[in-house]
């Protein structure tokens, strides 16, 4: 199957995401994507997480922390700003405390504890989500096309929604326990009955919004993740690891696509030695890449003479990859 026959018969999957190692060609096939079905005429949002704005460069316009961007016709691209989330969180921490204990400014040491819990990772991760959870919450368009930083951060939204499952339903067990010893407990127990409440609830509210990311990640109705690999030992290995991983998770591994191809046809011609060899060897892990991923394997774009920044080469890829879109 063809990438453009996958899509045309999976019409209902409409959270596409490109995974795989950096620089493997995640943005640029994103991008390509983006354009092509925003040409077959659905509204497309093309996002990305990276703090490495990627989605600026390919599309020669800096479209960082700026919201969605329309590039062409159907087509948005958008950059989040985890650093501006955070400092929009830290003014939301500030304001209620002030409005929790009457204060006129904030406390210094409060402020100094503001900034260092900023600074930890969790926090970054946390606006990022939240971010991506507003955008696909809104469903303002028919396609989302998730330009994924390297694969250990999807799967961390996925260990991270699991973790909570378990930390809640632990907390439901005692709470229903309580519920079971209620008349035989006294007041004070009581007491404790309410505080978990609250706390089941703080926690629901954070696994609701984990969810709604990361169970888009595992919607086998609606999502469709692919794996860019390249023809080189190492990339093909990983691959192979990071599908058990993801299967494990239950993230739809609709495909695979081979990236960089060298063209067979030099093969043909009178090349130097270098050329030939780099030909054989690639040949050699082509038949790998098609032993190991058989028919998941839905296409095989070329090394370009040029890196695919710009739209002329966006419409170009997207043309190799999808056809010229006339048949
Ligand atoms: N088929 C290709 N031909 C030529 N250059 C490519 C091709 N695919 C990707 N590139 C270039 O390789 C670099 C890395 O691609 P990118 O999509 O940014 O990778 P990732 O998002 O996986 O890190 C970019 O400069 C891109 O233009
Ligand atoms: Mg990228």
Sequence with gaps: MSLR???????????IMFGGKGGLGKTTFSAATAYWLARQGHRVLVFSVDPQASLSDIFERDIFGKGAVKIVDNLWAQEIDADSNIKAYQQEVRKKIVDMYGFEHIPEEIEQYIQAASAEPAMEESAIFDAVVDIVVKGDYDYYIYDLVPLGHALYYLSMAKVYDEWIN???????????????????????????????????????????????LTDKERTAFFFVVVPEQMIILDTEKATELFSRFDVPIAGYVVNRVLPEELARQRVPPYLQNRLAVQSHYLEQIKHTFGDRLVGSVPELERDVTGLPMIEKLAAIMYGDGRG
């Design 5 to 15: 026959q996958w899509f045309e018969r999976n019409g209902d999957r409409r959270y």
């Design 170 to 216: 632990r907390i439901t067990q005692l709470r229903e326990q309580m519920r079971e010893h209620e008349e035989m407990v006294a007041r004070i127990k009581r007491q404790k009955v309410t505080e978990e409440d609250q706390i089941l609830h703080e926690l629901q509210y954070i696994k609701g919004r984990i969810n709604q990311s990361s169970s888009i």
